[in-house]
Every structure is written in C-alpha cells, then in structure tokens.
C-alpha cells in the first residue's frame, strides 16, 4: 500500500495495515484518524442543524463551529500524513553511517532534530484533539437535539485521541537531550490533560441533559 495515498484507502485498507506487520500506520496515526472522526462528528451535528428553522436563533454560532470543526479535521488528517512521514524520517537516520567520529557527530545531531520532528507531530495532534473537544462543548447546548448524543461521542472520541496521541510524545521525549523542550513538552502535556478531562465530563453532562 502507497502510504503517500492513505486518504484514498477505503476504511478495510487502513484497518487491515494498522493490523498488519507494517510499522505504520503507528499508534500516532491511528490516534489522529479517532481524533478526525471526532471532528467529524462534530461537524456533522453542527451540519444538521444549519437551516433548521428551530434552530435559526444559533445558527450563526453553529456555522462558526462547523468551520472550525472542518478545518481540525483537515489539520488531523495532514497529522495523521505526517507521522507516517516522521517514523520515515527517523528510519533513514538509524541508517546514517557510524564509522567515524564525525559521522557519529553528524547522525547523533540528526537524531536529536527527527526527535524533536517526531514529538511535535503528535504533540499537535493532541493538541488539535483539544480543540475538537472545544468546539464539543460549544456545540452541545445548542446542537441539534435529534442528534446531540454525537456531540457527546465527538467528546468522548477526541479526549481519548489527545491522551493516545500523547503516548508517541511520551516514548520519543527521553531520547532528547533538550531539557528545556522536554520541560515544556511535559507541562503541555498535564495541561492539556487537565483541562480536556473536565471539558469532556461538562460536554457529555450538557449532552445527556439534553436526550
């Protein structure tokens, strides 16, 4: 399979690679695929209830939510590309040559900045998984009733995206040397657990109030 042309699998395709023997896609890919079927979920809700005379009073905020939802969702399927290409990017640095000091100098150099490369990609994924569960929230007390249960499913799908996601973080950060990014990549990390468990808890609230 061509992963260059992932997004024209069919859903059989992907499965079927996820469980093969191929390296990817990996846990991060898989984490960003969840993560665009929460944002579309989202955007599906905020889909049906544009143009819904009951609806009317928010529909400018729901059509300010769908186009946030929509551009996530597209930021999570580019995330979901790159870490494929950034588990590539770190199989031709393994395969540097190592014969002499200055080629060990060069490759160490290397593998510090597809490291880095490698936490940042799921760290944005996570960080777009945040957003998804933002705009969960803004949808649910004023999303269409006769579908507000996928509201709650968006919510639920993308907290557990961000802490997957969160897990390529997490192996790739004790190889870096950078101290200062590892402290700030930590910190990002609590805050975004923190903050995703209560909005998730208060979507899901909202969505079973409204059922």
Avoid: H
């Amino acid at each position: 399979m061509d992963m260059n042309k992932i997004w024209e699998w069919t859903t059989d395709e992907f499965l079927n690679v996820s469980a093969s023997s191929s390296p990817t896609p990996g846990g991060g890919s898989v984490s960003a695929y969840v993560g665009a079927l929460a944002a579309s979920m989202t955007c599906m809700v905020a889909n049906l209830t544009v143009g819904k005379e009951k609806y009317k009073d928010v529909e400018p905020q729901v059509k300010e939510i769908l186009a946030e939802a929509e551009a996530v969702l597209g930021m999570l399927k580019e995330g979901l590309s790159q870490d494929i290409a950034e588990f590539s990017n770190f199989m031709d640095v393994l395969k540097l040559p190592k014969s002499t000091d200055e080629e060990k100098a060069v490759r160490a150099e290397k593998m510090q900045e597809v490291l880095v490369s490698a936490t940042n990609t799921p760290l944005g994924i996570s960080q777009n998984c945040f957003r998804v569960l933002q705009l969960a929230q803004k949808l649910a007390p004023i999303g269409n009733k006769g579908a507000i249960s996928d509201v709650g499913v968006s919510a639920y799908l993308a907290e557990s995206a961000l802490k997957s996601a969160m897990l390529s973080v997490d192996i790739n950060l004790p190889g870096i040397k950078d101290t200062a990014y590892q402290e700030k990549v930590k910190a990002e990390r609590t805050r975004l657990f923190e903050e995703a468990a209560a909005i998730c808890a208060d979507t899901v609230a909202v969505v079973q109030s409204r059922m």
